[in-house]
C-alpha cells in the first residue's frame, strides 16, 4: 500500500522532469542552450499564482476540466507499476486506463469548444480525429500483450513479462511496442503528429485546445498533459519492457527496479528527443499514413502471435 | 528458431514498409535491406543446420541482391530521371490496409499446413505464412503501382518472397537451381530496366498507364 | 392477474385518449394510464428476474391448428420488459410535458390512442409464446409504430419517410414469416416451446438450420437497423415526435436482438460457427458505417438515430461473438472457459441493450427539448442553449458521457466486458476466429472513438458557446415533467454503471436461461467484476467512483492552496483583435470535416468548395462548402433490386388485363386448384 502510493507520487513528481529534460535535449540538439530541465516546475508554479482568466462565453464544462483532466490522470498513474508491479489494480486494467485517459480527451476537446474561440473549434476537431484514428491501434497493442501475458491487469502483465526474462523478445511483442510507441506520439501531441512547441494557428492541435485557459487552469492542463506523458512512458516502459523492475518488497529489488525504471524513462525521452529534432511535423492529412502503418504493426502483431506463439 | 521467426516478422515488415514507402529511392533502399534480411536469414538457416551451400547462397543474395541489383536501380532512376514520388494508383492508406488484409489471408491459407502435424517438420516453417504474405504483397506492389521502376521493385520483392518460402519448406532448393535463379533475376533486372528505358524513351514517362495506348 | 390488468389499463388508456380528445384530460390521463401499466409490468418481471418462476397469460384460442395463444414471461422476456417499462415510464411521463407544443396543431388523441396500442404491443412482441401470436403483435407493432411516425404528417419529409418504413418493416416481417413456416414445417406446431425442440432435432439437417437462420437474420436485421438493411432507421426514427423516438430507437429495435437471442440461441442452437462470424461481420460494419454518418449529420436527431445504428452493431458484436465461442463449445469440451467466455459476450451483449436503451432514450428526450425550445432541428443554428436550458444540458451530457463509454458510466461496462470477452478468444485455435476477432476489436475501438468524437461535436455545437441563431438565445427551459424524466434517465445512467455488479448479476440469470452456464460466480465478487477464466482482469466500477470523489477534491483543494485560492476574472474570448460573434465559430460541420475526409468517401459523402473570383487571384471574393451525403445504399443495393422488380411486374403486366371477368375467372380457377389439391 505504502509503496504502491509512493511510487504514484514519484511519478507525479517526475512529470515535469521528463518534459524538462525532453525541451532542454532537444534546444542541445538543435544547437541551443535551453532552459534548464527544472523549468517546467518553475512556470507551473509561476501559473498556480496566477488568476484564471475565463471566458464570458463559457459555461461549467471549461470550469471544471482542469479538475476533470488532473483527477483522471492521477487515477491512471495510479494504476500503473513504475519500479514494483504491486499497483492499485482493485480498480482496474489496462483498458480502464486506456478508457480514464479517455476521459482526458472527451473533457479537453469538449471544453476547446466551450469558449466559442476558432482555435480551440480546430483543436478539438484535429485532437479528436487524431485519437480517433489511432484508438484501433491502441487497442490492438494492448490486446497482443493480453495475449502474450495472459492478463490485462497492469500489475500482472510486468509480473509475468518481467518474470520469462530476455525470451521474451519475440516479434509480436516488438511489433506491438512499435505500434503503440507512435500511439504515443499520437496521444502526446508530439512531432511528427503535434509541434508541442508551437503557436501558429495552422499547425497546433493541442496547444489551440488549451489556448483559453490561463493561471491555475493552465497549471492544472499542462501538468495533467506532463502526467499523461510520463503514464505512457512508464507504460511503455514496464509493459513492454519490463527488465528489473521489482516484483517483491525487497528493498534491494525496489532500488534497481529504481534504477532500471530511470534508465528506461531515459531512453525513452532520449528517443522522443531525437524523433522530434529529426522529423518535421506532418500534414495533417498525411498522418493517416502513418497510423495505417501503426495499425498494421499492431495487427501483424495480432497475427505473429497467432503463427508463432501458438504453433 | 526464434531467431529465424524474428527474421521473418522483419522480412515481412519491411515489403509491408516498402508498400508504405511514398519515394522511389527509399524504395530501393528497402528492397536492398529485405534482401539483406533474406541473406542473414539464410545463413541463420545455413548454422542451424549445417548446410555448407546455403552459406554460398546468403553471400551471393546478399551481395547481387542487397547492392549490385539496387545499384542498378538506382543508375536507371538517376539515368531516365524518375520523379522521385511513387505515384500510387491505391492511396496508400488502403493499400497498408490491404496489406494487412493479404497478411491475414496468407496466415489462413497456410495454417493448416504449419499446425498440421506431419506435413512440414523444418524450423523455419512458421515464416512460411510470412514469406507468402510478402509474395502477395509484392503482387499487390505490381499492381497498385504505377511507374515500371515501382512494378520492378514489386517484383523482386515476391522473388525474395519465393526464396523465404523455399527456405521455409524444404531450407532453400539445391545450389544449382539457386544459382540459375539469381542468374535469371539478374537478367529480368537488366531487361526490366531497359525496358523502362525504351518505355521513357518512347514516351516520356515511365507511367505504365500510358501504355494502354499502345492498345488503341 | 397482474399481466390482464396491464392489458386493460393500456386499452383503457388507448380508448380514454380517444374520448377525451381535445380536452385538457385528454394530455394527460392516456399517459397515466402509460405510466401504470408500466409501472405494473415492471412489478411483474421484477420476481421472474429473481428467479420466482415464469408467468403465463392463456389467451383464448379459436383455431387449434395455430396452437395455444399464450403469453409468456420467462427470464430473457422479463429483462427486455423491464428495460422496456423503464423507458416507457419516463417516455409517459416526459409526452405530459413534451405534447404541450402539438396542442391545436395535430391531433393529440390519436397520439394518446397510438402510444398505447404501441407500448403494448411491444409488451406483447416480448411476452408472445406463440409464432402467430407473435406475428399478429410484430404487425400491430409496427403498424403502430408507422402512424406514429407520420404523426406530424403535414411536415414534408414525414409521409415519405412512413413509406419506406412501413415497405422496409413487410420486407422483413415476410422474412420472418417465412423463416417460422421452416421451423412450423420441422414441429407441426407455432408454439415457441416447441420450437425450442428443434435444438435437439438431431435428424435436422444442417442445411435447414442455416436458411432459417438466414432468413430470421434478414428479418429481424431489417427492424435492428444493421447495415444494409439500416435505410429506413434514419429516416424514420427522426420523422417521428421526439417522444417516439425515445421509444422506437431504445426499445423497439431491441425486439430484433431479443428474438434473435432467442431464435438462435433458445430454438435453432448455434451449431454452425459461420453464423457467428457472418453476425460479427455485419455488426461490424453497422457500427462504423452508423457512426461515420452520424458524424457526416448536422440533423441533431438524424445524428441519435445513426447512433442507434452503430450501437445496435455492439451489441450484435456482443451476440456474434457469444455465437462463434457457444459453437466453438459446443463442437469441443476440451478447450477451458469457452462457455463461460460465450456467457460473457452474451452478458455484455444484455448489458449493453439496457444502457444503449436507457442513455439512447435519455438522449432523444433531450433532444425533443432542444428542439422545442429552439424551433429547429439544425445543430448548425443552435449553440450556447446549455445556458438558457441549464438541466436539459446537464442531463444530456450524463447521456453523451454515457455513449461515449466513459468510466464509470453504464456504456463503458458494456464495452469493457465486451472487450475482455474478444481478448479472451485466444483460447480458440481456429484460423478464421484469430483472424476476425481483432478486427472486430479494432472496429469496436474506431466505432467507439468515433462515436464519442460525435458526441463531444453534438454537445459542442447544441449546448455550448455562443447562440447561432435568435431562436437558440431565446431557447427556454423544459418543462418539469419533461426534466424529471430525464433526470430518472440520467441517475439511472450513472447508477448502472456505478453499481454495475449487482445487476451484472441479474443480467447474467437470464443469459444463464438462455446458454445454460452461469458465470456469476466467477465474474461477479463484491464490488468488482472479472473474467470468467480466473485473473485475465478485472475491474471495480464502484471503486473508480470512490477514486474520482477521493481525487477531484484533492485535486481542487491542493490547487488552490498553492498559490492561494483560485481567483476568477471574466473576460472575452480571445479574438485576435475582431469581436467574435456566432459566426467566428468552428460549426458542426466543420469539425467533424479531417474524420469524414478521411472515412467519409467510403460511404458516399461528398463535399465540393466552389468561390466566386475576385479581382485578387488569392482572395476569392466568396467560398462555399457544400457537403451531401451520397445515399449510397439506396443507389446502389435497392435501386436495383427495385428496378428488378419493376421489371419483373411488367413482364407479368399482362395478367392484370382490367377485365372484371378476367378477375372472377382467376379467382375460380384458383378455388378450383385449391380444393383440387388439398381435397
Redesign the interface.
Known sequence: MIIELIQTFLLLALAPLVTGIIRSLKARMQGRKGPSVLQPYRDL?KL????????????W?LSIAP??C???V??AA?LVPVIYTGT?G???????LI??L??V??FT??AA??????????G???E??I???V??T???SI?TV??IS????LG?ISMNMASTGL?L????L??AAAAFFIAILAENSRVPVDNPATHLELTMVHEAMV??YS??DL??MEYASMTKLLVFFTLMANIFFPWGIATSMDPIALAIGLLAYLVKISILTLAIAVVESSMAKMR??RL??L???A???S??A???Y???G?? | MNLIDGLAATFLLIAILAVASGRVLSLVRLYSLHSIVLGITAAAVAALTNAGHIYIVAALTIALKGALIPWGLRYVIEKIGVHREVEPLVPLPVSLLICGVLTALSFYIVQPIVTGHDILETITKNSLPMSLAVIFIGFFMMIARKKAITQIIGLLIMENGLFMAAYAVAYGMPLIVELGVFFDILMAAIILGLLAFRINRTFDTVDTTILRRLHD | MLFVSIILTSLAGALLAVLLNKRRAGMLIPYIAAALSSAMLIVMSAPVLLGHGDVILSLPTYIQRLGEFSLRVDSLSAFFLIVMAIVTMCVSIYSVGYLREYENKYNLGRMGFLFNIFILSLCMVFTAGNAILFLIMWEIMSVSSYFLVIYEWRRADSVSSGLMYLVMTHVGTAFIAAAFLLMWTQTGSFDFTSFAGIREMSELSGTMRSGIFILLLLGFGTKAGLVPLHIWLPRAHPAAPSNISALMSAVMVKTAAYMIIRCCFGFLGVTEVWWGLLVLLIACISALVGVVYALAETDIKRILAYSTVENMGIIFIGIGAAMVFQAFSNGDSTIPYLADIAALALVASLFHVMSHALFKSLLFMGAGAVISSSHTRNIEKMGGIGRRMRYTGAFFFVGALSISAIPPLNGFIGEWMLFQSLFLSQTIGDPMVNILIPAAVAALALAGAIAAACFVRLYGAVFLARPRSDHAENAEEASNSMLGSMMILASLCVLTGVLATFIVRIVDKVSASVLGTSIASKVVGGITLSTPDGGFSHISPLAVVIVFLLLLPLVYLLSNRLGGPQRIMREDTWDCGTPLGPRNQYTATGHSQPLIHSFGRYVGVKSEVSETKSSSPLIPARMKFHQEVEPVFERYLYRPIHRAAVELSNRIGWIQMGSIQAYLAYIFVTLLVLLVVFR
Do not use: Q
Not at chain 1, 48 to 59: E, G, M, T
Not at chain 1, 150 to 153: H, I, M, V, Y
Open positions: 508554479l498556480l499564482y496566477k488568476s484564471s482568466i475565463r471566458s464570458r462565453d463559457s459555461s464544462v479538475y476533470v488532473m483527477a483522471a492521477i487515477a495510479l492499485f482493485l480498480i482496474g486494467d489496462l483498458l480502464l478508457y480514464l479517455a476521459i480527451r472527451f476537446t469538449l469548444l466551450d469558449a466559442g474561440s476558432t482555435f480551440g473549434g480546430m478539438s476537431s484535429r479528436l480525429f485519437s480517433s484514428i484508438e484501433p491502441m487497442l490492438l490486446f493480453g495475449l495472459s492478463t490485462t491487469d500482472g525470451d523478445i519475440e516479434p509480436s516488438l511489433l489556448l483559453e493561471g491555475k497549471a492544472l495533417l492529412f493517416p499514413n497510423f495505417t502503418m495499425f498494421i504493426l495487427l501483424l495480432v497475427i505473429a497467432y503463427i508463432l501458438v504453433a
